[in-house]
């Protein structure tokens, strides 16, 4: 059975989302360009509680952990900032909603000047572990896949092994 409003919820956020991005890259595109933007939606199932993802995801150290000893610096409250990958990933924590939800606005160091995403991890327990229900919206379309690849190698494969 459909939750229609969590379906309801995740489109109008998603439809946010895509909003705020196209206003941030607003300042960096010519009078009358019609920018475009693609979406990646992913779920990860964890064997663990939703309180150990939610605390990798935002401990520094845990993050630093399960990245590969990569620097990791993140300001734990919303409006905090964050650096990730050695400074590689950074941005501002949106939206914080503790062991259930992580919003980010997020960048790659190498994209154009004021170009944000918008990265959204719901933690959503489950018999037996957490789902993870993942979705990056408003980021330069060339990067689709590279990005897509990127969370999977980088944050899901890599937190199955620190996660055990």
Same mark, same amino acid.
């Given at each position: 059975m459909?939750?229609e409003t969590?379906?309801?919820?995740?489109?109008?956020?998603?439809?946010? +989302?895509?909003g705020?991005a196209a206003?941030?890259?607003?300042g960096a595109?010519?009078?009358g360009? $019609?920018?475009t933007?693609? +979406?990646i939606?992913? /779920?990860?199932?964890f064997?663990?509680g939703a309180?150990?993802? *939610?605390?990798?995801?935002?401990d520094?150290?845990q993050?630093?952990?399960f990245?590969? =000893?990569? +620097?990791a610096e993140?300001?734990? /409250? #919303?409006?905090?900032?964050?650096?990730l990958?050695?400074g590689? $990933?950074v941005?501002?924590?949106?939206?914080?909603?503790s062991?259930r939800? $992580?919003?980010q606005? %997020?960048?790659?160091?190498?994209?154009p000047? =004021?170009? *944000?995403s918008?990265a959204r991890? /719901?933690?959503?327990e489950q018999p037996g =572990?957490t789902? $993870?229900v993942f979705?990056?919206t408003g980021?330069?379309?060339q990067? #689709?896949?590279?990005? /897509?690849s990127g969370w999977?190698e980088? *944050? %899901?494969t890599a937190?199955?092994?620190?996660?055990g």
């Amino acid at each position: 059975m459909i939750d229609e409003t969590n379906s309801t919820r995740r489109q109008m956020i998603a439809g946010g +989302a895509l909003g705020l991005a196209a206003a941030a890259r607003a300042g960096a595109a010519k009078p009358g360009t $019609i920018l475009t933007t693609k +979406a990646i939606h992913q /779920e990860e199932d964890f064997k663990c509680g939703a309180q150990r993802i *939610y605390e990798a995801l935002l401990d520094a150290g845990q993050f630093r952990a399960f990245s590969g =000893g990569r +620097a990791a610096e993140i300001h734990r /409250e #919303a409006g905090g900032a964050f650096s990730l990958f050695d400074g590689h $990933i950074v941005g501002r924590n949106v939206e914080l909603v503790s062991n259930r939800r $992580i919003v980010q606005a %997020w960048r790659s160091a190498s994209w154009p000047e =004021g170009i *944000y995403s918008i990265a959204r991890f /719901e933690l959503l327990e489950q018999p037996g =572990g957490t789902r $993870i229900v993942f979705d990056h919206t408003g980021f330069p379309p060339q990067m #689709a896949e590279s990005l /897509e690849s990127g969370w999977n190698e980088n *944050y %899901w494969t890599a937190l199955h092994k620190f996660l055990g």
